[in-house]
């Protein structure tokens, strides 16, 4: 039973561009949360979305967009990117009506550098 | 709006007992979890306890307090494989993490 997948693993951009990350939540799953997470620190709730919308939101600026699939994978968009924006990306996923909210599945991230 | 406070760092001996704590503050209450995290790797889940309490899950255990928005990771017969980051987290869909806790295992 594949968990989270998530890609690109590693990825290096410039200040200013734009980057795409994706995600295929685990079997069964229909929710996809993104989480940011800087060195030493906990993850921090980007969105989440459920049925093709954003349900919640975080405190992170219009330049982080998202969308879901109709089968349930996720993608996440960062323009204009800047130099804090380096960090872990990670992608984590649940089942409505299963496990619930609170036993998030985790995939391995996506690691950006800005330079 | 929600937040959550731990220990940034607790050392303990391999074999001992360690408890790493979290307190929070949230004004709807859906339950506390637990995952640990390994340098490099993604977060696991541990455990979660919606009501007050104590939840056992092999050497791994978590309590929470409602009343005192208290709650703590209980971790037995510690091995060198549990040196890793802990994160205690509050929310209904919503999740919040806390910072973290790095434990550091001494043989």
């Known amino acids: 039973d594949a968990g989270v997948t998530q890609s690109p693993t590693h990825l290096i951009k410039t200040r200013g561009q734009q980057v795409t990350l994706r995600c295929s939540p685990k079997?069964?799953?229909?929710?996809v949360s993104w989480y940011q997470q800087a060195l030493g620190q906990g993850p921090q709730f980007i969105f989440q979305?459920?049925?093709?919308?954003?349900?919640q939101r975080g405190n992170f600026p219009d330049r982080f967009s998202g969308h879901q699939f109709p089968n349930y994978s996720s993608e996440l968009n960062v323009n204009a990117l800047l130099l804090g924006d380096s960090a872990l990306y990670l992608c984590?996923?649940?089942?409505?009506?299963?496990?619930?909210?609170?036993?998030?599945?985790f995939g391995a991230g996506s690691r950006l550098t800005v330079l | 709006g929600q937040s959550l406070e731990q220990p940034s760092e607790v050392t303990a001996v391999e074999g001992a007992i360690v408890q790493i704590n979290c307190t929070y503050q949230?004004?709807?209450?859906?339950?506390l979890s637990w995952y640990q995290q390994h340098d490099g790797g993604a977060p696991t889940f541990l455990s979660y306890?919606?009501?007050?309490g104590l939840e056992e899950t092999g050497r791994f255990s978590s309590f929470l307090s409602r009343s005192d928005s208290y709650g703590y990771l209980l971790l037995q017969e510690l091995q060198m494989k549990d040196s890793a980051s802990y994160f205690c987290?509050?929310?209904?869909?919503?999740?919040?993490f806390g910072k973290g806790t790095r434990l550091h295992i001494l043989p």
């Open positions: 979305y459920y049925e093709e919308e954003e349900r």
């Open positions: 306890n919606a009501l007050d």
């Open positions: 984590a996923s649940f089942g409505t009506g299963l496990t619930g909210a609170n036993v998030l599945t």
């Open positions: 949230t004004s709807g209450f859906y339950g």
């Open positions: 079997s069964g799953h229909d929710t």
């Open positions: 987290a509050i929310g209904d869909d919503k999740i919040i």
